[in-house]
């Protein structure tokens, strides 16, 4: 199957939503003292994944993939690093990618669904969570498959194998990423970009809070 045209895009503040506990280290809440501290530490940079792969110690990306003394670059790494143990959309369990929504509507029905599906492995939904709204800006050539039907299976909306494969066959073939519809807000754009280098301009906007209250529907607000 030959790959998806290449769409030249210029798309600015796009939406990625991150729970607010990845941009302070928790670790510090458990500790007794500061010497219990720096153990716990010194335990998680021996088991971190993004901290590995920026010591060239992760197989799934190299270092010299990795963005450095930029803003936010932890939270550009992180993304690439800390690959979902069953992969997501467009990248497998080995190797993450950066996503995000053309609106913050579609991010935030990306992730409902997600934290939605995880309450329902505990046949409970009541919950209360937060997440910060990533602003981040790409331009270049990136692969589109809005238009063409033949990448349907793709979109999938209960499995990931046709997408992952897609996916394996674009990161090897050096594509930047692509653009795609949104599989939980109709009418919505997504973006899966595969280099870290190519994710600009990162910086924050606001928090959003979503609520379940006894149904799988949560209400999402601007938390502050």
């Not at 290449?6 to 607010?20: C, G």
């Not at 080995?94 to 935030?108: I, K, L, M, N």
């Not at 692969?143 to 999938?156: G, M, Q, V």
Request: glycine share 8%.
């Amino acid at each position: 199957m030959s790959l998806p045209p290449v769409l030249q895009i210029r798309q600015l503040d796009t939406h990625r939503l991150i729970p607010p506990k990845y941009g302070d280290s928790v670790l510090v809440r458990i500790a007794d003292d500061d010497d219990h501290l720096g153990a716990i530490f010194d335990l998680d940079r021996a088991t971190n994944d993004r901290l590995l792969a920026e010591n060239d110690l992760l197989p799934g990306i190299g270092i010299d993939e990795l963005v450095f003394g930029v803003p936010s670059y932890r939270f550009v790494n992180a993304a690439f690093c800390h690959a979902h143990p069953s992969g997501s959309r467009f990248n497998g369990p080995e190797r993450g990618a950066w996503y995000a929504g053309f609106t913050v509507e579609t991010a935030q029905a990306e992730v409902a669904w997600h934290k939605t599906v995880d309450l329902a492995e505990i046949d409970l939904f009541e919950d209360s969570v937060t997440y910060d709204d990533t602003l981040a800006d790409f331009a270049g050539p990136y692969h589109d498959i809005r238009e063409d039907t033949s990448f349907a299976a793709c979109l999938d909306p209960a499995g990931y194998e046709a997408s992952q494969a897609l996916g394996e066959r674009l990161l090897a073939a050096g594509a930047a990423g692509l653009v795609y519809p949104s599989v939980r807000h109709q009418g919505g754009h997504c973006l899966a970009c595969f280099r870290p280098a190519l994710v600009g301009n990162v910086r924050k906007d606001a928090r959003y809070r979503f609520t379940w209250s006894g149904t799988p529907d949560p209400t999402v607000s601007r938390d502050g």
